[in-house]
Structures are given as C-alpha cells and as structure tokens.
C-alpha cells in the first residue's frame, strides 16, 4: 500500500507583539477550518496545546526581537524551520516598539518599572530579517486576512505568494476611490505605502497611516512636501513617519530629516 503523504507541520511564534497578528489567523474561521485538515497546526499557543519539540515546515513568526533571550530563540526557531515566514509589522520592521530606537531604553524602564534592574531588554527592537533569514514577509498592522490565507495557500502549492508590492493608491484606484488627499487635503500615506489591505481607510474617508510599511522605492521626500503644502510642520512630518513601521529605513530616513 502506497504511504499516505504525511501533512506539512506548521509553527506559529510569538516574540514582542500585541497577538493582533496571531488572532488575524485565528479570524480566518472557515478558512482555518481548511487550513486545518490540509496541515499539522503543531505549535500555535493562542489556539492549541500543541508540542514545541522537532522540526518545522513552515513558522509563522509574530513580534519583534527586543531581548538578549529573543534572540538566541530565533536562531532556534529558525534552525528548526524549513520556511519562516514574518508576519506583521513588528515582526518585519520591529512595530510600535521601535519607537525606543530613538530614545534612551534605560530612562523608558527606569519610568514604566518600580524595579527596572530586574528588565533585561535590548536598546532596540527590530524586525526578524536583522537576525536570521527570512524567506518571505507579510506586511501590516494587523496583517491582511485575505494575504495569509494567500501566503499559506501558496507555500501548500509550492508557489511564490502573490502579494502585490504596489502603493495602497493604486488599491484606491482599482476600488474606484476618490483620492482623499486631492479632493479634501487630507494627510494621507497611500502613495509610500505597501498595498494589502484592500485601501482600508482611504475607502472610509480617512488618510492612510502607514501601517503595511513602505512599498517598493517609495519618494518619501515627495510625499513630505506635499504633506507641508497641506499643512504640516516639522513635528506633524516627524511624528506622521513614527508609528508602527518607524524602524522600516525609508520611513526611519524620512522621519530623521523632520527631527530626532
Ligand atoms: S504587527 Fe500590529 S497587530 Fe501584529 S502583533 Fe504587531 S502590534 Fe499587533
Ligand atoms: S489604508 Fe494605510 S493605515 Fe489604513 S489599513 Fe491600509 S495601510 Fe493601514
């Protein structure tokens, strides 16, 4: 009798993060439940008491390496991956967290903690591809629903993921949006930022805010000057480049020209 084909083992791991990205997977519902029958959901904390031992198929990896300890556990979750996948903006560029980059980490614990001499953390948060390879990313704050089931599918075919990295203006255009920015000189990042998640805000009247990260050679420059002309100054222009993907170096590189 020929050997039934044994199912792919698939990893999901939590480093610095919210588990807005995991619980994205757990919203997958009817999707999941075919995720599910066509693999082994080995290790997925949030959703099963699976085994941490062996090797991997595929990891999904969440979060962002901020500790001495995060990064020895990558390089084991790496090792024992076949595919590793980032998903979300913590885990691709070092998220919100980032944000110590630019501070002083230890005035931040001496602040937040009544025993900041028992915190052992790094001076910075970063993305996973500063510590091991990666071998595909998915951007997003959360990530897009429809892009992981993409992103799954295609690993289970053994295909590249299609996951457009056109700006989040050409979604606009392909959902028939008026541009917010032309037409009501609101603020918006649409032009710099990766597509994914369907031009989300912009289709609800609101600029976009970056949080899928930079797209392919964005003109950041470009889109600074234009953000002046609709009212901004030097501090609206640093902090509207400081959020979730302030590590990513585009928009790190366009925030350190608008101030520290
Ligand atoms: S990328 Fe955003 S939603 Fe995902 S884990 Fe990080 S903070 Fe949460
Ligand atoms: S429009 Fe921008 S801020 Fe809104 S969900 Fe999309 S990428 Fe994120």
Not at 2 to 9: L, T
Not at 17 to 22: F, L, M, N, V
Not at 172 to 193: E, R, S, Y
Not at 206 to 218: A, I, Q
Request: proline content about 6%.
């Amino acid at each position: 009798m020929a050997g039934v084909a044994r199912k792919p083992r698939v990893a999901v791991w939590k480093f610095s993060s919210c588990d807005g990205c995991q619980l994205t997977l757990l919203d997958c519902e009817d999707e999941l439940l075919a995720v599910a029958g066509a693999v082994d959901l080995a290790y997925f904390p949030e959703a099963t008491r699976g085994d941490i031992k062996g090797r991997y198929d595929l990891s999904l990896v969440e979060g962002s390496i901020t500790t001495p300890h995060d990064v020895e556990r990558v390089k084991d979750v790496r090792r024992r991956s076949k595919f590793l996948i980032t998903i979300g903006a913590c885990a691709t560029s070092g998220g919100i967290q980032a944000l110590r980059n630019f501070a002083d980490v230890k005035e931040y614990t001496s602040i937040v903690y009544a025993r900041p001499d028992f915190i052992e953390t790094l001076a910075t948060s970063t993305g996973i591809a500063d510590h091991v390879p990666v071998d595909f990313e998915l951007r997003g704050c959360p990530i897009s629903k429809r892009q992981l089931v993409e992103t799954i599918a295609a690993f289970l075919a053994g295909r590249k993921p299609v996951t457009p990295p056109h700006s989040v203006c050409v979604e606009c255009k392909l959902k028939g949006n008026v541009c917010v920015m032309v037409a009501h000189g609101t603020p918006c990042l649409g032009p710099v930022t990766h597509a994914g998640c369907g031009a989300l805000c912009p289709s609800y009247d609101r600029g976009c805010y970056g949080c899928f990260g930079p797209m392919e050679t964005p003109n950041t420059a470009s889109l600074s000057k234009e953000l002046r002309v609709l009212g901004m100054d030097e501090r609206a222009l640093h902090r509207v480049w400081r959020t979730f993907n302030a590590n990513a170096a585009p928009f790190r590189e366009e925030g350190q020209r608008h101030g520290r």
